[in-house]
């Protein structure tokens, strides 16, 4: 059997995710709060001046699924962490949840095993795909209970409903509490 080089399997995710994106991206997302900043993987650094509030979360697979996830903290006293997420070519009329874990900074990044699944509030909820493998599902966190500047690291995953098999991962990424 003729395994595909690890580059070009790597452009055809990046070529799915890219056209996932741009398919489901149709609406214009307009900010109140014009300090917002996206933070991308690579800008996620200590050496950044403007804490990552914001951050777009690239999910990967070792199959065929992709997807992101937009993690937006809005500049306001409710604290309340807006979470959007797009999946695509996981499998057609099935549920997904979208769970994450994070670490305190100054224990090391991403170790944490112990992830919560995220939905409306403290209601889990979960991505629902179509027919042709595609999903998107909108929800939010309350982080009223942690202090203003607090850091930590964090990643996902999307696991199948079913199976709880893991579908899709995140990289670790660092954010502060608004």
């Known amino acids: 059997m003729k395994t595909k080089p690890t580059t070009v399997i790597m452009g055809k995710a990046v070529f799915i995710a890219a056209l996932?994106?741009?398919?489901?991206?149709?609406?214009?997302?307009?900010?109140?709060?014009?300090?917002?900043?996206?933070?991308?993987?690579?800008?996620?650094?200590?050496?950044?001046?403007?804490?990552?509030?914001?951050?777009?979360?690239?999910?990967?697979?070792t199959g065929k699924g992709v997807g992101i996830l937009k993690f937006r903290q809005n500049k306001d006293a409710a604290k309340i962490i807006n979470l959007e997420v797009r999946v695509c070519n996981l499998r057609p009329n099935r549920s997904y949840l979208l769970q994450r874990a994070v670490d305190s900074i100054k224990y090391g990044g991403c170790l944490s095993t112990?992830?919560?699944?995220?939905?409306?509030?403290?209601?889990?909820?979960?991505?629902r795909?179509?027919?042709?493998?595609?999903?998107?599902?909108?929800?939010?966190?309350?982080?009223?209970?942690?202090a203003s500047g607090t850091e930590f690291y964090i990643h996902f995953q999307v696991i199948d409903s079913l199976s709880t098999k893991t579908r899709l991962t995140s990289d670790c990424y660092t954010y502060t509490v608004r």
């Open 114 to 127: 112990a992830w919560l699944t995220l939905g409306l509030g403290l209601d889990p909820q979960s991505i």
């Open 20 to 61: 996932c994106f741009t398919v489901f991206s149709c609406q214009k997302d307009v900010s109140k709060d014009t300090q917002s900043q996206t933070v991308s993987a690579s800008e996620n650094s200590a050496a950044s001046k403007i804490p990552p509030y914001n951050l777009d979360v690239a999910l990967n697979s």
């Open 129 to 146: 795909t179509d027919k042709y493998g595609n999903g998107h599902a909108k929800f939010w966190r309350d982080v009223s209970t942690v």
